[in-house]
C-alpha cells in the first residue's frame, strides 16, 4: 500500500525566503501526488497535483513542486514566501486504480515578518 | 456554486451520545469520504463510499457508522463506542478512481465534554 511521509512537522521562513516543505512517498505502482493546503478551522484546497508527464508542476499561489522517482520525492517550493502562506501543508499519494488516497502528517509553515 | 456542506460546524457531545455529522453535496460526485483529523497526525479515512447503497471502512471505521441512500449525502454517526471522538472532522468527494482531486468541505468539530 502507499504512504506518505512529510519531514518536518513545523517550518518558518522569514517573510521573502525560500519555502521548502519535504514529501516522501513509497508505492510499488506509478502515483499520484497532491500538495494540499489547510487554513485554520476550514477544509483543505488542492495546491497542485503529479499524474504523468512533466515532472516539475506549477500549483496556485505561486507554489510548485518536482516529481523525482529516483528519491521517491515530491518536495513543496516557493520562492518567496508571504505572510498569507502561513498555514498547514498536507502532502498525499494515490495509484491509478484505486480511490484511496493517504496523506501525510502535515507542516505547519510559520512566516516570520 | 457546487461543493461540499458540512454540518454542524462545532458540536459538544456528552459521553455516551451517538452524534451525526452532515455531509452534502451538489457537485454530482459519486464516491465520498469522511475522514478523521487530529494534531500531528494528518488525515486518516473513516468510511468511503464509491456509490450509493455502498460504503468500505477505512483504517479506523470502529465506533462510526455510515449510510449512502443518496448520491449527495453521505451523513456520519459518531457512536459511544468511539472511545476518544474529539477531533475535526472532514468529508471529501470526487468522481471516483483515478486522478480526480478530492474536494472538501469545511469540516466540523466535534468536542466530548
Known amino acids: 500500500a502507499q504512504s506518505v511521509t512529510q519531514l518536518g512537522s513545523h517550518v518558518s521562513v522569514s517573510e521573502g525566503a525560500l519555502v521548502l516543505l519535504r514529501c516522501n512517498y513509497s508505492?510499488?505502482?506509478?502515483?499520484?501526488l497532491f500538495w494540499y493546503v489547510q487554513y485554520p478551522n476550514q477544509g483543505l484546497q488542492l495546491l497542485l497535483k503529479?499524474?504523468?508527464?512533466?515532472?516539475l508542476v506549477k500549483g496556485i499561489n505561486g507554489f510548485e513542486a518536482e516529481f523525482k522517482k529516483s528519491e521517491t520525492s515530491f518536495h513543496l517550493t516557493k520562492p518567496s514566501a508571504h505572510m498569507s502562506d502561513a498555514a498547514e501543508y498536507f502532502c498525499?499519494?494515490?495509484?491509478?486504480?484505486?480511490?484511496?488516497?493517504?496523506f501525510g502528517a502535515g507542516t505547519r509553515l510559520t512566516v516570520k515578518p | 456554486d457546487g461543493g461540499i456542506t458540512q454540518s454542524p460546524k462545532y458540536l459538544f457531545r456528552k459521553e455516551g451520545q451517538n452524534v451525526t455529522l452532515s455531509c452534502e453535496q451538489n457537485?454530482?460526485?459519486?464516491?465520498m469520504y469522511w475522514y478523521r483529523q487530529d494534531p500531528g497526525q494528518g488525515l486518516r479515512l473513516i468510511y468511503y463510499?464509491?456509490?450509493?447503497?455502498?460504503?468500505q471502512k477505512g483504517d479506523i471505521a470502529e465506533g462510526y457508522s455510515v449510510s449512502r441512500e443518496k448520491k449527495e449525502s453521505f451523513p456520519l454517526t459518531v457512536t459511544s463506542a468511539q472511545k476518544n471522538p474529539t477531533a475535526f472532522y472532514l468529508c471529501?468527494?470526487?468522481?471516483?478512481?483515478?486522478?480526480?482531486?478530492?474536494?472538501f468541505g469545511a469540516g466540523s468539530r466535534l468536542t466530548v465534554l
Open positions: 498525499a499519494v494515490r495509484t491509478h486504480n484505486n480511490n484511496d488516497m493517504r
Open positions: 508505492s510499488s505502482v506509478p502515483p499520484y
Open positions: 503529479y499524474t504523468t508527464g512533466a515532472t
Open positions: 457537485l454530482n460526485h459519486d464516491a
Open positions: 463510499s464509491q456509490i450509493v447503497n455502498d460504503f
Open positions: 471529501a468527494s470526487n468522481t471516483g478512481p483515478g486522478a480526480n482531486v478530492l474536494t
